[in-house]
């Protein structure tokens, strides 16, 4: 109890509830309405449909009158773990999503493929009942760029103190409440907060909508009652319909097909990946490069509030489609490039240059003529030399690559060259040269360095060896180097765990088995 009363003060005094919320679902589906109306305005929505500007009808074709003793015997078959009560309060929300509002249920049966499986895997991680992957249906009708008029956001409709106690990030480029994925693990865990307090899942649903205030105060008016529908007459008006709207609409994707209400196949991408950016990125630089639709990224990215990703001292996630994953990675240099001083003030560009560098040198964008080679840096190598070996100005080099005033790169590090493009051809055979050659290109010789007769076991100093990860190497590799280790060895030595976690330039502590 005293667990209780704490976690309900520190939740009240962020004032965070709906109370102040404005998710207003009443009974006569006025915020659901407006819900359920703004999905159709996304863009993959539109896609699917003709005309989405007109008031959706029923198509009297289409309808079934089906009893309410039926809609009893499938709401007791549905698998739950609290009751999913049957009356005309449900009825009624049953009724506008199977025939006032069928083509906005088919829109969210397909954005369900997209988003179930994220729901489900934060509520399973906490331990929630999977059926709480139905409030968003109720929230925000899938629709991840919703905002109340009060301001409550994203498919759970956080408000922003809500947000910053459960540590999404707000603030002028990033808004982490549109993000599905954190928003969604936030949301588990203020369920699972409220399920503290109450034991009870109704109860919880509707703490959810008007906070644990509203419904404690409701539980004190009835003389201590402890169910939803015992509380009901004394709970602000717009929850008394958000538990028969949340009956109504698990029911509705339940049985949508009995009722003849069926996928649109939206063009939404199902499969997709994560990249990591670690420099500022506008959205339209990759949408343009890799040829995506700009409405497609920001629907994946949402997010971004401005299209932004402000990336510089902490990394953050870019959300593409699968097949586009690997073009990603392959052309990251050129994206970073592509009309940078067109998206970004030259002044303040990822890396200032007046900061890292020695002048306020800003190179001259590449003329039509030039094109972009890629570079790995190979060991051995410095920027002076691959300037000379290009053909480029040392100062040119580092400011397409962001290089600071200290001149460092690594290996395995990919470097953007422009050259002209009669000569690309050329330049793009000398990342296969060994670093002799490369320098004969240039009319200037290697001496040869004297054969070493030191062998690995030399390179032990007491019992350990420390080994530099390079470009291509892995744990097995690594291994095959030094006679009796295995890759598990390197492994449990080095307190690694995921064996796909190397990177290039990393110290390894090899111990040298008796």
């Not at 109340?148 to 809500?162: D, E, H, K």
């Not at 790995?376 to 030399?385: A, S």
């Amino acid at each position: 109890m005293q667990f209780k009363i704490i976690l309900i003060s520190l939740l009240l005094s962020t004032s965070v509830f709906s109370s102040n919320k404005d998710t207003t679902i009443v009974f006569d589906s006025y915020q659901i309405n407006d819900d359920l109306d703004s999905l159709l305005r996304l863009w993959y929505v539109q896609l699917a449909y003709d005309n989405t500007q007109e008031y959706i009808k029923a198509d009297s074709s289409k309808l079934i009158n089906i009893s309410d003793s039926i809609i009893i015997e499938r709401l007791q078959k549905i698998e739950k773990e609290f009751a999913l009560t049957y009356n005309d309060k449900v009825s009624a929300f049953i009724n506008m999503y199977a025939n006032k509002r069928r083509k906005q249920v088919e829109s969210m049966l397909d954005l369900s493929s997209y988003y179930f499986p994220i729901f489900e895997q934060s509520l399973n991680a906490h331990n929630i009942p999977l059926e709480l992957k139905y409030l968003p249906i109720i929230e925000s009708a899938l629709n991840q760029r919703a905002v109340s008029r009060a301001g409550a956001t994203g498919l759970w409709q956080f408000m922003y103190l809500t947000g910053k106690q459960y540590k999404l990030e707000i603030n002028t480029y990033v808004d982490e409440r549109k993000d599905p994925v954190k928003s969604t693990e936030a949301a588990a865990r203020f369920l699972k907060d409220l399920y503290k307090i109450y034991g009870d899942w109704q109860l919880v649903i509707a703490a959810y909508n008007c906070g644990p205030g509203n419904v404690n105060k409701a539980i004190r008016r009835s003389g201590g009652k402890q169910t939803f529908w015992e509380i009901y007459n004394w709970l602000p008006r717009e929850t008394r319909g958000y538990v028969p709207a949340f009956i109504a609409a698990h029911y509705i994707f339940e049985y949508h097909n009995q009722h003849q209400i069926y996928k649109k196949n939206l063009e939404f991408p199902l499969v997709t990946d994560t990249i990591m950016i670690n420099q500022k990125l506008h959205l339209k630089q990759v949408a343009e490069v890799l040829k995506i639709d700009i409405e497609k990224l920001r629907d994946l990215n949402p997010q971004y509030t401005k299209d932004i990703i402000p990336a510089k001292n902490k990394s953050y996630q870019l959300r593409l489609p699968f097949d586009k994953t690997a073009e990603f990675i392959s052309l990251q240099d050129s994206i970073y490039l592509y009309k940078y001083t067109i998206f970004f003030n030259p002044k303040s560009p990822v890396i200032t240059p007046a900061k890292y560098q020695s002048s306020k040198y800003v190179a001259p964008p590449p003329s039509k003529d030039m094109v972009a080679i890629i570079y790995h840096v190979k060991d051995g190598d410095n920027v002076g030399f691959i300037a000379d070996w290009f053909g480029v100005g040392l100062s040119n080099l580092k400011y397409w690559n962001n290089i600071g005033r200290r001149n460092l790169i690594r290996g395995g590090q990919k470097l953007t060259i422009y050259v002209h493009k009669s000569k690309a051809e050329k330049y793009k055979k000398i990342d296969k040269m060994s670093f002799a050659k490369k320098q004969a290109m240039i009319g200037k010789t290697v001496e040869p360095k004297p054969k070493s007769t030191q062998t690995i076991e030399d390179k032990y100093k007491g019992n350990y060896v420390y080994y530099t990860v390079k470009s291509g190497d892995n744990f097995w590799s690594i291994a095959k180097k030094y006679p009796s280790i295995s890759n598990t060895d390197i492994m449990k030595l080095n307190k690694i765990t995921d064996a796909g976690s190397l990177k290039v330039g990393q110290k390894l502590k090899i111990k040298r088995k008796s």
